[in-house]
């Protein structure tokens, strides 16, 4: 079973790329929290492709709409924006949708439409003859199904399944705001061979979080050092051009995090954390703090000097032993190029006949890493959620339990 988070607070999603709509569900929100779809679409805005000239030629608009777990007396504001609307049978259905509304602890329901969908493309990797993509999940996925699966956009294998993600990551990121202000954000730092020449762990903080992330929205692509992204821009292009992809590395910080949170051992917050960041599509790497830099470095330059006031610097990058120490939540984490691309390779069918691979039809990102922030900022969210849940239910352990 594939679930996001957990057991405290957890994510569930269901939807191929080419199917009729992506839905969620979100378990174990607390009640009270107020939720505007307004504050939730602009995430989505920045994970949907089309939403940046570096990603795929695939535009879709992906408006959300949520159908439960949230509730307010003024109806008028509760069910204010979205229709959803269907036609079975000959016979047309329209109901609406909830706009704002404060979580009831019940599951919330959402749903995203796909519309903009071209599956005639995937009609080469059709069957037990169809052809494997280097890379990609065809073979693999196809004898795991028995045959059986949706090869249209990569199935439930695309990058579009994480629209859950940054749904039940946007919930949990504006629970997280209004109990303790916690803000997170991401930055690319490394595209190909071009790497930035500072790092969102060493500049972020409460004060500059909302300027930070409106120079973040502003840039060529989504990085705080300008110059790199105005050159990784251009290397993207020129990659495409080529046919080819383009690896890459995003940083990703909260900030405003408690301390305390998360376990020692077989589920601390860096194995959860390590495990939800690096199971994304494509990813092939996750670091906490200095990451690999640490193996060179001897422990009198490594540990971090602490005072009555905390630790004076960020190695650890907030966390050590598993449980987080206040300090910003830093993650590094490297995406491998777009296994899909334009030039031809070795490969064999799915009956395992060799090949000279082409593609003939599609559309793909020659930059995973683009897009991916806003999906790792909202599992990041998803996990801390989680933990603070996990430790407020251990915290009143043994405390009496009164109703008047």
């Known amino acids: 079973m594939e679930i996001l988070g957990g057991p405290h607070y957890a994510v569930a999603g269901a939807g191929e790329s080419h199917g009729p709509a992506v839905t969620t569900i979100i378990h174990g ?68 949708g909830y706009e704002d509304g404060f979580t009831t602890g019940e599951p919330i329901a959402a749903i995203v439409l796909s519309t903009s969908k071209k599956s005639g493309d995937y009609t080469q990797f059709t069957g037990p ?47 997280l705001q209004q109990l303790f202000g916690v803000r997170i954000l991401s930055s690319i730092s490394q595209v190909g061979s071009l790497r930035t020449k500072m790092n969102l762990g060493d500049t972020l903080s409460l004060e500059n979080a909302e300027e930070t992330q409106r120079q973040l929205d502003e840039a060529e692509i989504p990085s705080i ?10 290397a993207i292009k020129e990659t495409r051009r080529r046919g080819d992809s383009l690896g890459a590395a995003v940083e ?17 917050l860096k194995v959860r954390l390590m495990g939800a960041l690096g199971g994304l599509n494509a990813v092939q790497s996750c670091e906490i703090g200095s990451g690999v830099d640490v193996v060179e470095r001897t422990g009198s330059d490594n540990n971090d000097p602490i005072r009555h006031d905390g630790y004076q610097s960020n190695t650890h990058g907030g966390l050590i032993g598993g449980i987080t120490t206040g300090n910003p939540l830093v993650a590094r984490v490297g995406f491998k190029p777009t296994s899909t691309i334009n030039l031809p390779q070795k490969s064999v069918t799915k009956n395992l006949r060799d090949i000279d691979f082409e593609l003939a039809k599609g559309r793909h990102d020659p930059c995973v890493g683009v897009r991916a922030g ?6 990041m969210a998803i996990e801390l959620l989680n933990s603070l849940l996990a430790y407020q239910a251990s915290a009143h352990a043994g405390d009496p339990i009164n109703l008047f």
């Open 225 to 234: 050092d300008a110059e790199f992204a105005k050159a990784a821009g251009e």
């Open 29 to 96: 929100c607390p009640p009270g929290h107020q939720i505007r779809r307004a504050e939730v679409q602009p995430f989505l805005d920045r994970r949907r492709p089309g939403g940046n000239k570096h990603g795929t030629p695939r535009n879709e608009k992906d408006k959300v709409v949520f159908l439960s777990g949230l509730y307010r007396d003024d109806v008028d504001v509760l069910l204010g924006g979205s229709t959803l609307a269907v036609n079975v049978d000959g016979a047309s259905f329209e109901t609406e």
């Open 129 to 175: 003859g169809g052809e494997v993509r280097p890379g990609h999940t065809d073979l693999v996925k196809y004898h795991q199904s028995k045959g059986f699966v949706d090869i249209r956009g990569g199935g439930r294998s695309s990058y579009r399944s994480t629209i859950s993600d940054v749904i039940g990551g946007s919930v949990a990121r504006i629970v």
């Open 252 to 268: 990703v910080v909260a900030v405003g995090v408690p301390p305390l949170l998360g376990n020692p051992l077989y589920q601390s």
């Open 374 to 379: 806003v999906t790792l900022e909202s599992r």
